[in-house]
Structure formats: structure tokens, C-alpha cells
T-cell receptor, first 113, second 111 residues
Framework: DAGVIQSPRHEVTEMGQEVTLRCKPI?????LFWYRQTMMRGLELLIY????????DSGMPEDRFSAKMPNASFSTLKIQPSEPRDSAVYFC???????????FGPGTRLTVL | QKEVEQNSGPLSVPEGAIASLNCTYS??????FFWYRQYSGKSPELIMF??SNGDKEDGRFTAQLNKASQYVSLLIRDSQPSDSATYLC???????????WGAGTKLIIKP
């Protein structure tokens, strides 16, 4: 079975540009999580969707960040405008239920110049 | 005090020995405990999860949970160089979706 799929794997952009990260969760999983990982702050939960509905976006750092899940097999995380401090690895994870183990995608390494 | 604490390491263990990784947590309401392995430049990979007090074994890996003392550990028997990675401990409160993550312990297995 395919795992969580993320694209792009690497993104280099200039400050002020819009960045869109994409995620396809494991089929049949109804919970989706977006994380950000940096050396300084470790893994941080940005937003959690359950059955395509955003349940908790308290981890989204600023209004520049937005996330959508239009259907059960696709989610996006958008940063507009991007800033150098947004440089990090962004992971998408999914789980069958909210309380079951989460499985991570390969991540998107974002560099904002 | 951090909610989930791990020694950052690095923890250096000779090949073939037992590697012992520890994690303590502060919330007594925590019910589910997870160990993830993360190779450099890769994503976290689930190794084990444990819900009940005691030991849970899977191949060379054993997870140990002691809720009274609020710690969970991961033992890796017959350590191999391929076990060298950062090990992340994650804790979930009862009926809550959110994982509380430790900062991870870097493990180095020396040939």
C-alpha cells in the first residue's frame, strides 16, 4: 500500500513568494496532520483535520499560513507571503483514527531565501 | 518542565550491545506512548506503540511503560549500525488526537 505522499520534496523560493505544499494521506485514514520540524523547535503540529474538517489550527504560526482539505485524499498547506524564518521541513501525517498511530510522509524541505 | 523529556544524547553504544532510550512525561492522564525513529534527512517512522503498563516486544525492540513513575523506555537488543538514528518519544492524552513530542535522542551504534 502507498504511504503518505507529499510534493514537492524540495522547494526553494524567494521571500514574498507564495508556497503551496501538497499531501495525499493513506487511503482510509480520516485524520490528517501538518507538522513543521526545525532544529531549534523540533516537531510542531500546525493543523489537524478530521474527516476533512479542520479541528485545531492553533499551531498555525500566522495568518500567512493556511491549510485546506477539499476531499479525503488531498490537502494543501499554503504560505503567502513566505519569509526566511519559514524555512523548515514540513511533514504531513495521517492516521486511521485520531487516537491511532500517525504515519508520516517523506516531507517537503522548504528554503526561503 | 517540558511535557515530554528525552536526553538529547548522543548516546553511543557498541555494536551488538543493548541500547536503552528513556522518555519521561509530566501528564498523568497520558494513555498512549509511541516511539519513532528518524534517520537524518528522513521522516519519522513508527517503531512501536504501547498502551499498558509492562513490556511490549517486537523483534529486537522492547518498549517498557511504567505509568506510576511516568516513564517509557525503548530497548534495542543486538544493536546494529543501521539503528543509528534519532529516536523520538511521543505521548498522547486519553481521547485526544494530539501527540506531545520529545526532542529526540540521537543514538550512535559504533561498529
Amino acid at each position: 500500500d502507498a504511504g503518505v505522499i507529499q510534493s514537492p520534496r524540495h522547494e526553494v523560493t524567494e521571500m514574498g513568494q507564495e508556497v503551496t505544499l501538497r499531501c495525499k494521506p493513506i487511503s482510509g485514514h480520516n485524520s490528517l496532520f501538518w507538522y513543521r520540524q526545525t532544529m531549534m523547535r523540533g516537531l510542531e503540529l500546525l493543523i489537524y483535520f478530521n474527516n476533512n474538517v479542520p479541528i485545531d489550527d492553533s499551531g498555525m504560526p500566522e495568518d500567512r499560513f493556511s491549510a485546506k482539505m477539499p476531499n479525503a485524499s488531498f490537502s494543501t498547506l499554503k504560505i503567502q507571503p513566505s519569509e526566511p524564518r519559514d524555512s523548515a521541513v514540513y511533514f504531513c501525517a495521517s492516521s486511521q483514527l485520531a487516537v491511532t498511530p500517525q504515519f508520516f510522509g517523506p516531507g517537503t524541505r522548504l528554503t526561503v531565501l | 518542565q517540558k511535557e515530554v523529556e528525552q536526553n538529547s544524547g548522543p548516546l553511543s553504544v557498541p555494536e551488538g550491545a543493548i541500547a536503552s532510550l528513556n522518555c519521561t512525561y509530566s501528564d498523568r492522564g497520558s494513555q498512549s506512548f509511541f516511539w519513532y525513529r528518524q534517520y537524518s534527512g528522513k521522516s519519522p517512522e513508527l517503531i512501536m506503540f504501547i498502551y499498558s503498563n509492562g513490556d511490549k516486544e517486537d523483534g529486537r525492540f522492547t518498549a517498557q511503560l511504567n505509568k506510576a513513575s511516568q516513564y517509557v523506555s525503548l530497548l534495542i537488543r543486538d544493536s546494529q549500525p543501521s539503528d543509528s538514528a534519532t529516536y523520538l518519544c511521543a505521548v498522547k492524552r486519553d481521547s485526544n488526537y494530539q501527540l506531545i513530542w520529545g526532542a529526540g535522542t540521537k543514538l550512535i551504534i559504533k561498529p
